[in-house]
């Protein structure tokens, strides 16, 4: 479930989206004035997360990449991003649900498992009703899923979503800002071309191939090459003996610079760039993570220790223990131990000497999704403050 771009801008904020985004540029720092948004950086890149220029026939899947790296790709396959979307015939939160009924507002949804292990679903309000498929769950289902549904080659978002917290479906995060004035709207949402795009572009691997959408040819989540780029050359060149052709036909992030790591992982988790674009304001922006960090007193221009693989390995999942973060924080502030700092230390917390986390990156709920994220913009948390934009 990732919700990440609103649906559209209306025409009249445009005026005041590009006075934003002056003063935006005027404020940052000036790394930041020199990054770009993704859409520049898959232009300008040999290869950028979303990328949509390799040729089908360059995928290989991670089978292939399982030949030499066995011990990455079984523990990625446990990331929440090697879940970020799976067909809805495997979604245990649809198979859980299958036959029952739930409400929201005046329509009655109803989950129908056929006998081919395909779902249905059914929309109704007094006599009228419609029976639509569901095609693709997105979501891992930490926070929860949402529902494609596919009519006449177009995809279309389903009204409601699963979400964890509730143990229950309520309306789709967004389209809670939209009225269901009528059965049409009861029951889905079409998306246009680029936002499904969109969507396939950061919940699966090759979606889009030779910049061509074709969700046909995704595969389900974010496996190796979603991060790493299409590998068939560098697999053909491996078994090759050809080791130098092998390392230049893959993409390593953990080469680039820390400004260009965080864009990297921002592609599909919103850049601070991104973020203005879309013109992100309010709690709803706290999922933005790099676009949050960047906003932090200690990132200053950019600081290695202080990227996203710092504190997470995108090849294991998610450690949620608070305090296996503390030795991360102590690699920049100083333990509260020491009397002084060292030079490229800042100073110990005066108040605190574990669970670092807890205090300097706090939680906010963002309501239409039932969930409180961790505020990555790491600072000194006053009590009452309002949500820092």
Not at 119 to 134: C, E, N, Q, W
Not at 218 to 239: D, F, L, N, Q, W
């Amino acid at each position: 479930m990732s919700h990440r771009h609103s649906n559209s801008v209306p025409q009249s904020v445009v005026t005041v989206l590009m006075m934003l985004a002056f003063w935006a540029f005027a404020q940052t720092p000036a790394t930041i004035k020199e990054q770009l948004t993704t859409p520049e950086r898959i232009e300008k890149s040999k290869w950028w997360p979303t990328d949509g220029r390799a040729g089908k026939n360059e995928y290989v899947g991670s089978r292939a990449c399982e030949q030499c790296h066995e011990t990455i790709v079984k523990s990625q396959s446990l990331h929440s991003m090697a879940k970020a979307s799976i067909p809805a015939e495997s979604s245990d939160a649809l198979r859980d649900a299958s036959g029952q009924s739930f409400r929201i507002g005046e329509y009655e949804y109803k989950i129908i498992r056929e006998a081919d292990g395909t779902f249905h679903y059914t929309a109704s309000s007094g006599d009228k009703s419609v029976l639509l498929p569901i095609k693709w769950a997105f979501g891992a289902g930490k926070v929860g899923q949402s529902y494609l549904s596919e009519q006449d080659g177009t995809f279309h978002e389903i009204r409601f979503s699963y979400f964890a917290t509730l143990h229950a479906f309520g309306v789709t995060p967004n389209q809670s800002l939209q009225p269901a004035t009528s059965m049409s709207k009861a029951s889905s949402r079409p998306l246009t071309g680029a936002e499904a795009q969109r969507c396939f572009g950061c919940h699966t691997t090759a979606s889009t191939v030779g910049k061509h959408f074709e969700p046909a040819n995704a595969m389900p989540g974010i496996s190796c090459e979603g991060c790493h780029g299409a590998g068939s050359r560098h697999v053909t060149a491996m078994k090759a003996g050809d080791f130098d052709a092998g390392v230049a036909g893959i993409v390593n992030p953990k080469t680039l610079k820390p400004v260009d790591l965080v864009d990297f992982c921002g592609a599909c988790h919103t850049t601070w760039w991104d973020a203005i674009r879309i013109a992100a304001t309010g709690v709803a922006n706290v999922r933005f993570q790099p676009y949050r960090l960047e906003g932090s007193r200690c990132w200053g221009n950019g600081d290695a220790r202080l990227t996203c693989v710092s504190c997470h390995n995108p090849h294991q999942p998610l450690v949620r223990e608070t305090r296996t973060y503390d030795s991360r924080c102590l690699s920049c502030h100083a333990s509260s131990k020491q009397s002084k700092p060292a030079a490229d230390k800042a100073g110990a917390c005066p108040i605190g000497k574990e669970d670092c986390v807890t205090c300097h990156m706090h939680k906010y709920e963002v309501p239409d999704m039932h969930y409180k994220y961790t505020d990555h913009r790491i600072r000194i948390v006053k009590a009452g403050e309002p949500f820092p934009d």
